[in-house]
């Protein structure tokens, strides 16, 4: 298994997310997101460590992941002494926090095992505390029904309405949990390019982000881990965020953006428009 950092060079980009996730009418996009897609880059790099080996001991039976089928890797890496697994669910590893992608390489190489690490979470519990949604229902367990990041990128329908307003601007993903683990003052910068910022998605307003035209999302989406998600969602979860910041007192701009969207061809985002525009004052 093999483990790529993600985090920013900006020293102060948890207090900078905080600000971001205070401010209703910008957008949030978790971080992991907001550069080119993960799964590609950290399954190239595997796919180049296997030739690396291949051409030191000839051919060897091997498979790569990332996230890319149901392999479960935060076990596997937790076994496997990468660090343990926190509060969150998410890997921990005391040099380096959580924010980091895992690379899986099967193989039939007769290798040695690792030890697993220790827990090194002790009594804390701002993970739980910081979660909108209350979706860290216990430590080490997690419902992922009420988990932002399921409810933003792997639902495929209607957003429930209980959960929307805690939603806030959160378009693509969440990353509370890990904003407010300490172990992440020691995360580590990205050395890979790849997962630099792209479109300004970490500076962008909602009402732009909602102007987009499916070609404009189709182009500018290319090649991120974002793509994925579709038109159709992208814009339903944009409305529930447009009508979060309607509800703390919205610009005009919100309030038109949504009106030119009323009568969207997708009946999805009809619906979530049509929620949004009721939560103006």
Same mark, same amino acid.
């Given at each position: 298994? $093999?483990?790529?950092?993600?985090?920013?060079?900006?020293?102060?980009?948890?207090?900078?997310?905080?600000?971001?996730?205070?401010?209703?009418? #910008? @957008?949030?996009?978790?971080?992991?997101?907001?550069?080119?897609?993960?799964?590609?880059?950290? #399954?190239? #790099?595997?796919?180049?460590?296997?030739?690396?080996?291949?051409?030191?001991?000839?051919?060897?039976?091997?498979?790569?992941?990332?996230?890319?089928?149901? $392999?479960?890797?935060?076990?596997? @890496?937790?076994?496997?002494?990468?660090?343990?697994?926190?509060?969150? +669910?998410?890997?921990?590893?005391?040099?380096?926090?959580?924010?980091? *992608?895992?690379?899986?390489?099967?193989?039939?190489?007769?290798?040695?095992?690792?030890?697993? +690490?220790?827990?090194?979470?002790?009594?804390?519990?701002?993970?739980?505390?910081?979660?909108?949604?209350?979706?860290? !229902?216990?430590?080490?367990?997690?419902?992922?029904?009420?988990?932002?990041?399921?409810?933003?990128?792997?639902?495929?329908?209607?957003?429930?309405?209980?959960?929307?307003?805690?939603?806030?601007?959160?378009?693509?993903?969440?990353?509370?949990?890990?904003?407010?683990?300490?172990?992440?003052?020691?995360?580590?910068?990205?050395? !890979?390019?790849? *997962?630099?910022?792209?479109?300004?998605?970490?500076?962008?307003?909602? $009402?732009?982000?909602?102007?987009? +035209?499916?070609?404009?999302?189709?182009?500018?989406?290319?090649?991120?881990?974002?793509?994925?998600?579709?038109?159709? #969602?992208?814009?339903?979860?944009?409305?529930?965020?447009?009508?979060?910041?309607? @509800?703390?007192?919205?610009?005009?701009? !919100?309030?038109?953006?949504?009106?030119?969207?009323?009568?969207?061809?997708? @009946?999805?985002?009809?619906?979530?428009?049509?929620?949004?525009?009721?939560?103006?004052?």
């Amino acid at each position: 298994m $093999v483990t790529l950092d993600y985090a920013p060079e900006d020293p102060d980009w948890v207090a900078n997310a905080w600000r971001t996730l205070a401010q209703p009418e #910008r @957008a949030f996009v978790s971080r992991y997101a907001l550069g080119r897609d993960y799964h590609k880059v950290v #399954r190239q #790099r595997l796919g180049r460590l296997a030739a690396r080996v291949e051409r030191e001991i000839g051919p060897f039976g091997h498979r790569v992941f990332c996230d890319s089928a149901p $392999v479960m890797e935060v076990e596997l @890496a937790r076994r496997a002494g990468l660090g343990w697994r926190g509060k969150h +669910t998410l890997l921990l590893d005391a040099r380096r926090g959580s924010t980091f *992608f895992i690379g899986t390489l099967y193989t039939d190489l007769p290798l040695a095992a690792d030890a697993p +690490t220790a827990d090194h979470c002790g009594r804390c519990r701002r993970c739980i505390d910081a979660c909108p949604t209350g979706a860290i !229902v216990a430590p080490y367990r997690l419902d992922a029904r009420r988990c932002i990041s399921y409810l933003t990128i792997e639902l495929k329908g209607s957003i429930p309405e209980a959960l929307r307003p805690a939603i806030g601007n959160r378009i693509h993903g969440c990353d509370d949990c890990q904003l407010a683990c300490p172990w992440n003052r020691f995360a580590r910068v990205a050395e !890979v390019p790849d *997962f630099a910022v792209r479109n300004r998605l970490d500076s962008a307003s909602l $009402v732009e982000l909602f102007g987009w +035209t499916r070609a404009q999302f189709d182009s500018r989406m290319a090649g991120s881990a974002i793509l994925r998600i579709g038109y159709e #969602r992208w814009l339903r979860n944009l409305a529930v965020a447009l009508g979060n910041a309607l @509800a703390r007192g919205g610009a005009a701009a !919100v309030v038109a953006a949504l009106r030119a969207r009323a009568d969207d061809p997708s @009946a999805l985002v009809r619906e979530h428009v049509g929620w949004a525009l009721a939560r103006e004052p």
